[in-house]
């Protein structure tokens, strides 16, 4: 079934929820497919000179891989299924491909690039290559690979997106992430990097302290209205430490299970990126190191879904893809502790019981 992010889903509600407007709809654009229309000159009757030309729609590979409609192995819409979702058939945005140029803006020599999703783009600014897994640690979690094939994936734990660069995206992604050290943090009377100390005074499994971070409902699993749970507390073991540990590896014990859902489809990871803002804890990449069982590099901070449209920008402009070099400022041994994920797998597991 799939989740609420998906268009498809969204035009299904809008179909329930409102026929009449429903029935109006001629055309389906996402966003960033919107501003690029509008950019070349085309849009509402009386305020765009070009006029309202749907059919002059376009969008990218990434971003129409999560409509739910558009099938990343053939590369073609399918269009029982946007039928099924909205009622009826639509116009829909030509796909372009990578590097592809959408256009110019409307009365200027400038070019206008085919777009993409955050995710894709954010591979693109990290030259993430085949081999590569990107573990994104910010308000939400995301675990993404870059591979030849498409994936399938008929739990629907992992979604098969297509990438910005021609390959596939594979994706989990997760509701809580970051915010789970803000909420240890404020508990605990610490700072970040304090935080991160406290953690490093603990051994590996948090002295039997297990926390599924669920703060916000979750979303891989799907389980929207759940909440988070501390488990296994002890008189002895119900130390400040502890409780620091417990929360970084919980974080990424929930990144970890997508990161496995990935690997156990047959992607053979070469290495994690680690990124977003959690990433440049220290503790967190230490304890990163034990939780993932592939080899874990941090990169410099940036903001790589910019950098994405930059890479973006420069292909769509000369027609060659550049390939400017990734800075990684940590590489923290490898030092996988399988009980961390063991005792995660078991009191994740009742949730689902």
Known sequence: MPVASFTSTKLRWLRDAE???????????????????????????????????????????????????????TGEYDRDLLVAALGHDAVVPRVLGPGERAG???????????????NAAAALGLGATVGDVVVSLGTSGTVFAVTEQGFRDATGIVAGFASASG?????VCTLNASRVLDAFARVLA????????????????AGGLTLVP??????????????????????????????ARAAIEGMLAAQAVGLEAILS??????????????AQNAAVQAIAAQVFDVPVEVPEPGEYVAA???????????????EWPLAVVAS??????????????????????
Not at 309 to 315: I, K
Request: with cysteine; aromatic share 6%.
């Open 19 to 73: 026929p009449e407007n429903a029935a109006r709809v001629a055309a389906v654009a996402l966003p960033h497919d919107w501003l690029t229309w509008r950019l070349r000159g085309y849009g509402p009757e009386g305020e765009s000179p070009l006029g309202p030309v749907l059919e002059e729609l376009t969008t990218d590979r990434s971003d129409v891989s999560g409509t739910g409609y558009w099938n990343p192995a």
């Open 104 to 118: 110019s803006v409307h009365g200027l020599e400038c070019v206008v690039g085919p777009g993409a999703g955050d």
């Open 167 to 171: 390959e596939h995206l594979p994706l």
């Open 190 to 205: 610490v700072g970040y990097d304090e935080l991160g100390t406290l953690a490093l005074e603990a051994e590996p499994g």
């Open 214 to 243: 669920y703060f916000e409902g979750e979303r891989t699993p799907n389980l929207p209205d759940a909440t988070a749970t501390l488990s296994g507390m002890t008189l002895a073991n119900t130390s400040r430490a502890n409780m």
């Open 265 to 278: 489809a047959g992607v053979v990871a070469k290495r994690a990126l680690l990124v977003g803002g959690s």
């Open 308 to 322: 994405g449209a930059a890479v973006q920008a420069a292909w769509a402009l000369t027609g060659s893809r550049p």
């Open 332 to 353: 923290p041994a490898k030092d996988t502790r399988p009980e961390i994920m063991a005792a995660y797998a078991v009191a994740a597991g009742a949730y689902l019981s």
